[in-house]
């Protein structure tokens, strides 16, 4: 963007208008004195509007203009024609005077020179440059730039406009530019102080929840910065070449939220080249083809870029009518996009770090259980079964038999402890040993408890595809088995993979073994014949049998099928 021409100062563009003023009558340099106090007053408002409210008000008042209308022309480009005015303030006129009180306001290509005419004969029609009585027009400058037009109609004396009106009315229009260029420059300043606030703010987000929820807190900032409608995050489409809507803060989500902008668009490879894309049609679609009817007006999207990586898109969009969003605008939501990409970046890997870090520490807890605990356990019952077979007491004998079998299954437990612990993390698809851990943690929600797991052998060494899709099938029928008859407290699953079938084969057995009211005589038997079924099919077998409650009180299902010669 090309560097703004210095302005003039603005006690020598005053100065230069005011040399018009000598030789005024005495009736018009009476109102010197309210016209200093005007300009003394009009850089005072608190905001743009209130002092474009000031300017009118107090040339109609100078002048003695019974109508005045005042257009701000957009802060970038305005002058065009057809493009429209930012702000327009009225004075002296009724909204039902409202729409023709706008043809005061005349072409702004036009607006370059101050103009008074009288009002159009009997064979001319008014028209939008020519309204009906006498008027009076003068741009709103600061140097070479127009901000906008004063335009002033009908003299409560009936009479016309002067060349000592025009004169006081251009002295108060020079101040008036300098006033609201002032207010313009505040106001920008304003603007991207908000912008970047919302970027601090977005960053602390971020890194602070994590990069799960960084795409719906950029969305939510960026509607709120844009004074927009909604606010859209887009990340690369999982197994397409489209942008997926991944997050959406609008009041009316139906139909945006997991929209898909294919690739066919034009717009994706602009935006995967880092170039934004704008839609200053309010007819047209936001998300360029994706379906969703176009809602919404002026639209923008920049790319999510940290480096040369672009991580995805962030659209935005306002109401129909709304105004287009300005070049100020754009290069602010840029930039704002950049650091959203950058904080993204960041809790995505921060996130990466504390995984790797809970890793770590669940490697060591393992390395500790298997070579600290699980040793010193086997140390523990060999003494206690040397102590056993040294005593003659048969009491005596029988309690350190008891205690070496605790101890055998506390090992069995510790070893699935440990087993877990090395499981490989959640977006790595599981084997055998993760899918039954995932299905007994499943099963502690409608049981209430959860149950106890013992893993025997190297079960993802040995266990190929299908005969573990059976094993799992065949414990998730036995858990609900055990949840919907059994009404059990206690279960026990064991996956034994060092098994062997009565005739030798090396097989994989599955114990599901709980404390419940067993297997009724004349219950329904649906779910053990199925366990029966998917057995059979792979060479193996199902049976069941005492569980284990007082007196063999419960059921204990075990299932056990094969394992092929080339596993083994």
Known sequence: MAAAAPSPD???????????????????TA?????????????TGPDAHTVLDRIVRTAAELVGARRAALGVHHAEGGAAVGQGLADVVMYGVTEADRERCAELLPD???????????????SQPSGPSQPPGPYLTVPLRVGEEIFGVLCLAEKRDGGSFTDSDRHLVEVLATEAGIAIGHTRVQGATRQRERWIEGSVAVTQAVLSGGAGDGPAVVAEKVRELADAAVGIVLLPEDGGDGLKAVAVAADERSGLLGAVLPARSPAVPRLLAGQPVLIEDPA???????GVPGR???????????????LGVLATARERDADPFTATERSLAAQFAAQAAVALVLAEAQRDRERLAVLEERDRIARDLHDLVVQRLFATGMLLESAERRSDAPEVRE???????????????VRTAVFALQQTP?????????????????????????PSLTFVGPVDDLIVSVTGAHLVAALRESLSNAFRHARAERIEVVVDATARLADGRPAVRLTVADDGVGVPADGRRSGLANLVRRAEA?????????????????????WEAPLPSEDA
């Open 10 to 28: 603005p006690l020598d563009v005053a100065a230069e208008a005011t040399r018009g003023l000598r030789g005024l009558s005495t009736e018009l």
């Open 31 to 43: 109102r010197l004195p309210r016209l200093l106090e005007a300009m003394r007053s009009l850089g």
């Open 108 to 122: 702004a290509r036009r607006a370059g020179t101050p103009s008074a005419a009288e009002p159009p004969g009997p």
């Open 284 to 290: 047209a679609d936001p998300l360029f083809g994706t």
């Open 296 to 310: 919404y007006g002026p639209s923008m999207m920049v790319p999510l870029s940290s480096g040369d990586r672009v």
């Open 399 to 413: 309690r350190i038999e008891r205690a070496v079998e605790e101890l055998g299954a506390t090992i069995q437990e």
């Open 426 to 450: 959640p977006e790595t698809p599981p084997g055998l040993r993760g899918r039954v851990l995932r299905e007994v943690r499943a099963a502690a929600v409608p049981l209430g408890f959860q």
């Open 538 to 558: 792979l060479g193996g077998s199902s049976t069941f049998g005492p569980g284990l409650g007082e007196d063999g009180r419960g059921t204990a299902v075990v």
